[in-house]
């Protein structure tokens, strides 16, 4: 399987980046769905394709079944709706936990989505 990030030209419709997946050998679209706002990498570890993005992380089966979707928000530091969300380095996915760095020079660290 490979799975791409690809941006969306169609600067009205409110997902800016989609990820699709496709069989190696045949070259045959297996699913396309949306990925995080402003996708800035992902990586596959087993059967999960790991998602990020500049305000989320998302993680689901490589078979496409939506309903293996799990979505992390990114943190935001200090409280409150308006508080911006912390840009996340590239992350590094181990073990089923997730590593990455902050624009401040900090890492952070959670159980992957």
Do not use: I, K, W
């Given at each position: 399987m490979l799975v791409v990030p690809a941006g969306n030209e169609d600067a009205s419709d409110p997902v800016?980046?989609?990820?699709?997946?496709y069989d190696r050998r045949t070259g045959r679209r297996l699913w396309h769905y949306g990925a995080p706002r402003e996708t800035a990498g992902l990586a596959l570890a087993r059967k999960r394709v790991l998602s990020f993005g500049?305000?989320?992380?998302?993680?689901?089966?490589?078979?496409?079944?939506?309903?293996?979707?799990?979505k992390k928000d990114t943190p935001r530091p200090?409280?409150?709706?308006g508080a911006?969300?912390?840009h996340l380095g590239?992350?590094?996915?181990?073990?089923?936990?997730?590593?990455a760095d902050t624009d401040e020079g900090e890492?952070?660290?959670g159980h992957a989505p």
């Open positions: 800016d980046h989609f990820l699709a997946a500049a305000y989320a992380l998302e993680g689901r089966n490589t078979s496409g079944d939506v309903d293996t979707l799990r200090g409280s409150g709706t911006t969300a912390v590239q992350p590094l996915y181990l073990g089923g936990a997730l590593f890492v952070v660290s």
